[in-house]
């Protein structure tokens, strides 16, 4: 990994008094740089919540040296981890950097922000911590709570950012008051990120139902993985949020959570839509927004006893993992269906030939 990888700072050149700092990890990354934009959107100061000098970084989270530099050099009020190895099936077949990047990266990072006695560190993590099959009632999947222990997770992915978890925990374990100016902690689970930044799943299903793409395998997906379909410009808000209550020296009553579940809202269980059916929901927003789809995936059956679920992927996929979401940290959001399509009119906003 490069160690040299671009740095950079926005509103640095301006007077720090008054002004609170966020150093972003995996600033490049599709969640970074929404995260980078949205404090960079936020301008000066407004309301209760402070203005902010937005650095980012891509330096490598693995090695703690450099770790160590870029928290101890940038003093921030708050660090947001987006860093990671996110690709299911390379981590499979390169366990030892999934390891190093997943697990003690934010290790790594959760021992700077408390040396350097960040006030608030952000570690992102995912729904894939967990896995399993259908609840109660027939078809309708578990919802997993954020205080859930129940892990299962089936691939070196979630194996390993389940492990990045702990070590975050376990960095600050015996430490924390939650007194105000006492280092603050949260990990931030979330599921099925799509975002502007970086060719995504919605992305390749609108290529391949408006024909601009042909996939390399027949056109079926499993109807298993369900996952809450989330934008990460929602979730970018939602972090920006929370770091303005947690990072910016306000603190409620209540004891702080320390982990926090943020994905879309949906209707109940039986709304959160299988990997086929998220793909068949944006063919029918394609529909809907009259862009004539001309081809549709087909769906594919998956059980939780499938394993390996699919024979073109390395990794095995969770039957299920929803993440039942925070209420504090995901009230007034729109529906995932909702935000998917307000993404999907966005794409399309200047014409189809876009993508032709
Ligand atoms: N995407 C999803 O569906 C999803 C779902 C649930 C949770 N999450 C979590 O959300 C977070 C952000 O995901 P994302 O979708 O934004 O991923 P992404 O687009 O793949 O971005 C990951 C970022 O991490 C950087 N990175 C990789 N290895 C690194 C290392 N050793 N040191 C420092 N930076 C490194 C990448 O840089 P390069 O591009 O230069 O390699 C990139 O900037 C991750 O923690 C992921 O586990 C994602």
Same mark, same amino acid.
């Given at each position: ?26 600033? %490049? ?14 301008? #000066? ?67 700077? +922000? ?18 399993? /099959?259908? #609840? ?9 709570? +954020? ?26 374990? /015996?430490?924390?008051? /939650? ?11 979330t599921s099925r990120l799509y975002g502007r ?11 391949? +139902? ?45 004891a702080p959570r320390h982990v926090v579940h943020?994905?879309?809202? &949906? ?31 087909? %769906? ?31 009230r007034g959001g729109r529906f995932w269906d909702?935000?998917?399509? +307000?993404?999907?009119?966005?794409? &399309? ?8």
């Amino acid at each position: 990994m490069n160690d040299e990888r671009s740095d950079g700072v926005r509103g640095g050149g301006q007077a720090r008094r008054g002004r609170k700092t966020v150093l972003v990890f995996g600033g %490049s990354g599709m969640l970074g740089s929404e995260i980078v934009g949205r404090f960079e959107a936020a301008g #000066g100061a407004s309301g209760r919540n402070p203005a902010w000098i937005v650095r980012w970084t891509n330096r490598d989270i693995a090695n703690y040296r450099n770790v160590d530099e870029a928290v101890g050099g940038a003093k921030p009020d708050v660090v947001v981890n987006c860093a990671g190895l996110t690709n299911v099936d390379r981590c499979e077949v390169d366990q030892a950097l999934a390891y190093a990047v997943n697990a003690v990266g934010p290790s790594n990072l959760a021992r700077a +922000c408390r040396i350097h006695g960040v006030p608030l560190f952000v570690h992102v993590s995912t729904d894939y911590v967990f896995s399993d /099959g259908p #609840g109660d009632a027939p078809g309708e999947p578990v919802l997993h709570r +954020c205080d859930s222990r129940d892990f299962d997770p089936v691939n070196a992915y979630g194996l390993t950012k389940l492990a990045g978890e702990l070590a975050v925990a376990n960095e600050y374990a /015996g430490r924390e008051t /939650g007194a105000a100016g006492s280092p603050d902690w949260v990990v931030v689970r979330t599921s099925r990120l799509y975002g502007r930044n970086r060719y995504n799943f919605p992305d390749f299903v609108c290529d391949v +139902c408006l024909g601009a793409r042909r996939p390399d395998g027949p056109l079926e997906l499993m109807d298993g993985n369900f996952s809450v379909p989330t934008s990460a410009t929602f979730l970018a808000d939602r972090i920006f949020r929370i770091a303005n209550r947690r990072g910016a020296g306000r603190r409620g009553a209540a004891a702080p959570r320390h982990v926090v579940h943020v994905v879309n809202p &949906f209707r109940t269980a039986g709304d959160v839509p299988s990997l086929y059916g998220y793909a068949d929901k944006v063919f029918e927003i394609l529909s809907r927004l009259g862009l004539k789809p001309v081809r549709r995936f087909r %769906s594919a059956a998956f059980g939780r006893a499938a394993a390996p679920d699919d024979d073109r992927r390395t990794a095995r996929r969770p039957f299920s993992s929803v993440l039942e979401p925070s209420a504090e940290e995901t009230r007034g959001g729109r529906f995932w269906d909702e935000e998917l399509a +307000c993404y999907i009119q966005e794409k &399309f906003a200047n014409g189809i030939k876009d993508v032709r």
